[in-house]
């Protein structure tokens, strides 16, 4: 599939477990972004990262929130211990190169659910 | 910090009627991106605006890049059902410009 995989599409959790969110970017792109997207708002930047390398976390908070990018599999991004207000929808995006002007391909969001 | 200020928030046209919606950055572009989001859907890139003054069109959808690079513009001419959605500016607010800093889109509603 060429097209930016995500999953789970909807992932609902209790307050306090763990969240674990996956992207596999189009065939050819080794560019990963995850983006945060409350209902009604626009995408906030989270974080930037290539195969095994972290480029830009300054979208991340500083708690709780990882994400990594192995040589081998999808991208991760992991939300321990969540709370209501990590109730959001999670883009990733990926592009085939760094830098401008290249646009960024999204995945289909995985929607969570802190119950 | 890095901003990016869409107006307007909302939009309820009549279809056939035209629409527009501005973007305006606290600091200048190197290049400004449009993404249109479906209701329950997901971004998909529309167009990229990169030179001072541009003006690029799609069909009905003309796409302007002010002098400054500092604004822009989407106009869509005669509004059907099919372009209902979100359209949300982006520009790059980093060294290798990846960091996409969003507006908060305008919401589009059509009526037939």
């Known amino acids: 599939n060429a097209d930016v995989m995500q999953n789970p599409r909807h992932l609902v959790r209790r307050r306090g477990q763990e969240a674990r969110l996956r992207c596999s970017p189009m065939?050819?792109?080794?560019?990963v972004y995850w983006y945060r997207q409350l209902p009604e708002e626009g995408l906030k930047f989270m974080v930037y990262l290539q195969k095994e390398n972290i480029i830009d976390e300054s979208g991340m908070p500083k708690e709780r929130f990882s994400a990594e990018f192995p040589k081998e599999g999808p991208s991760i991004l992991r939300i321990q211990q969540v709370v209501r207000g990590d109730s959001a929808a999670y883009f990733c995006?990926?592009?085939?190169?760094?830098?401008?002007?290249?646009?960024?391909?999204f995945g289909p969001g995985t929607r969570l659910t802190v119950t | 910090g890095q901003q990016v200020m869409q107006i307007p928030q909302y939009q309820h046209v009549q279809e056939g009627e035209d629409f527009t919606t501005y973007c305006n950055s606290s600091t200048t572009l190197s290049n400004i991106q449009w993404y249109k989001q479906r209701p329950g859907g997901h971004p998909v890139f529309l167009i990229q605006l990169v030179k001072s003054g541009e003006v690029k069109k799609q069909k009905r959808l003309t796409f302007q890049f002010g002098e400054a690079k500092k604004n822009s513009s989407l106009h869509i001419t005669a509004t059907q059902t099919t372009d209902v959605g979100t359209y949300f500016c982006?520009?790059?607010?980093?060294?290798?410009?990846?960091?996409?800093?969003f507006g908060a889109g305008t919401i589009l509603r059509v009526k037939s």
């Open positions: 995006a990926s592009s085939p190169l760094a830098g401008s002007p290249y646009e960024q391909y």
């Open positions: 065939k050819g792109h080794s560019h």
């Open positions: 982006a520009g790059p607010f980093s060294e290798y410009g990846n960091k996409l800093v």
